[in-house]
């Protein structure tokens, strides 16, 4: 893809990080040189292991990441876990939202005012997660 310096400086949040499309995102995105965080739609098990793995293909990319295992329906755990996130990485610069219809999206957009919220089609492919938010970028 790139030499990794292509979004150097760069923060996005995945919501969603622990599917197919998320995990792509990530990595895409730690690969042109973004920080990223990824959090969960679910606080499960499942959610837990497979963000976390995400997380450490970031760290073997030798990127700087967070994972944030988190129910993103209930939006005061989001808004409290996303002011952490950037108070732990800095401001995001997009948020990139995989299953808006599991998110409390209203409360992600007051946690982060003033930030691109790009709110992903559910069947995306994840070569279209990526192309949609580095339009963003």
């Not at 920080?35 to 760290?59: K, R």
């Amino acid at each position: 893809m790139s030499d990794g310096g292509e979004l150097r400086g760069r923060r996005v949040l995945v919501v969603g990080g622990e599917t197919p499309p998320g995990r792509a995102l990530a990595l895409a995105l730690a690969e042109a040189g973004a920080t990223v965080a990824l959090a969960t739609l679910t606080n499960s098990t499942a959610a837990d292991f497979a963000v976390n793995s995400a997380l450490n293909e970031l760290w073997a990319m030798n990127r700087e990441g967070l994972a944030l295992v988190i129910d993103a329906s209930d939006g005061e755990q989001l808004r409290v876990s996303v002011e952490r996130a950037e108070r732990e990485l800095g401001r995001f610069d997009v948020v990139a939202v995989l299953r808006a219809e599991s998110v409390a999206v209203e409360a992600l957009g007051e946690a982060l005012p003033g930030r691109e919220i790009v709110l992903l089609p559910a069947d995306s492919a994840a070569a279209e997660c990526v192309r949609l938010v580095m339009e963003k970028l």
